[in-house]
C-alpha cells in the first residue's frame, strides 16, 4: 500500500521536465529521488542495504566495466563494451571499493546482463538519515519516470523498519533544478 499520491508525483515530474527544457543543459540531467528519514538511529538500528531493478534505465549512460576470461571478451568487444582480463583476486577488493562486480554465466547474454546493472538502482543506509537515488533522466517520458519512482519508493518503504512512519520527506529534482516535495 502506497501513500504516494500519484496526482502529485505526476505533477512533479511535469514540473521537472518542464524547468529542464526551460534551461537547456549541455548533457542530459538525472532525475533523483531524495529521501529524508525520521525516528531511525544508525548507530542502533539496523542499516539496511538493498537494490531494485528499475522498469526502465534511470542512466543510460552509466559506464559499465566487464572483467573476464576470453569468451566475455570476445562478447564484449562485438557489443562494444570496456572490457579487461584479470584475475579473480580482484573481486573481493572492488567490493571492499563500493564497486560491486556482478557474475555473469557463459549462458547468459552480456548485454542483457549489463542492461540489468544499468536499470538496478541501490539503496543504502549510512551513518546519515538521507539518501539519494537516480530514478530517471530529462530525456525519457514522463510515465516512465513514474514507474520508476513508484517502484524505488516501494521498495524502499518494505526495506524500512516501520515502513512509512519511517519516512520524513521525499523529493524528486533534476541535477541542476528544484527539489520538488511529493511526500
Known amino acids: 500500500m502506497s501513500k504516494l499520491q500519484s496526482d502529485a508525483v505526476r ?9 529542464a527544457k526551460e534551461k537547456n543543459r549541455k548533457f542530459t540531467e538525472t532525475i533523483e529521488l531524495q529521501i529524508g528519514l525520521k525516528n531511525y538511529d544508525p548507530q542502533k538500528d539496523k ?10 534505465i534511470p542512466r543510460p549512460k552509466m559506464k559499465v ?17 570496456e572490457y579487461m582480463d584479470i584475475p579473480r583476486l580482484l573481486g573481493p577488493g572492488l567490493n571492499k571499493a563500493g564497486k560491486f562486480p556482478t557474475l555473469v554465466s557463459h549462458q547468459e547474454s552480456l548485454e542483457s546482463k549489463v542492461n540489468e546493472t544499468k536499470a538496478t538502482v541501490k539503496f543504502q543506509l549510512k551513518k546519515v538519515l538521507c539518501m539519494g537515488v537516480a530514478v530517471g533522466n530529462c530525456s525519457m517520458e514522463d510515465k516512465q519516470i513514474f514507474q520508476n519512482v513508484q517502484m524505488s519508493v516501494n521498495f ?6 516501520k515502513n512509512w512512519q519511517n519516512v520524513r520527506c521525499l523529493y524528486l529534482k ?8 511529493i511526500f
Open 11 to 19: 505533477e512533479a515530474i511535469s514540473q521537472i521536465a518542464g524547468d
Open 47 to 56: 542499516r539496511f542495504s538493498g537494490s531494485v531493478k528499475l522498469p526502465h
Open 65 to 81: 566495466c566487464m572483467l573476464g576470461d576470453a569468451q566475455h571478451v570476445e562478447e564484449a568487444e562485438k557489443i562494444g563494451l
Open 156 to 161: 524502499l518503504v518494505s526495506l524500512l523498519k
Open 174 to 181: 533534476s541535477t541542476m533544478g528544484r527539489p520538488v516535495r
